[in-house]
């Protein structure tokens, strides 16, 4: 009984890990959009630019994922 308990705790703690890191996370540093095709993400300044870089040079997957330049 207590492993089962444990396996809960885990997964309830990953889950509010990733709701955690949904809201503050990574996706909170762009100017706006949900990353999808009808609506990206946009990047409007070069921290944003190079925080995209650094992340995709890091390893970090964005598939499926849309992102618009608004500034120049």
Same mark, same amino acid.
């Given at each position: ?20 890191? @949904?809201?503050?996370?990574?996706? !909170? ?9 009808? $609506?990206? #993400?946009?990047?409007? +300044?070069? @921290?944003?630019?190079?925080?995209? !870089? ?9 598939? $499926?994922? #849309?992102?618009?330049? +608004?500034?120049?």
């Amino acid at each position: 009984m207590s492993q089962y308990i444990i396996k809960i705790l885990k997964r309830l703690s990953a889950i509010f890990f990733l709701l955690f890191i @949904a809201t503050t996370g990574a996706f !909170a540093q762009w100017n706006g959009g949900n990353g999808t095709v009808g $609506n990206p #993400y946009q990047i409007a +300044t070069a @921290a944003q630019l190079k925080l995209l !870089a650094d992340s995709v040079n890091a390893g970090k997957p964005f598939t $499926n994922v #849309y992102f618009k330049l +608004t500034n120049n």
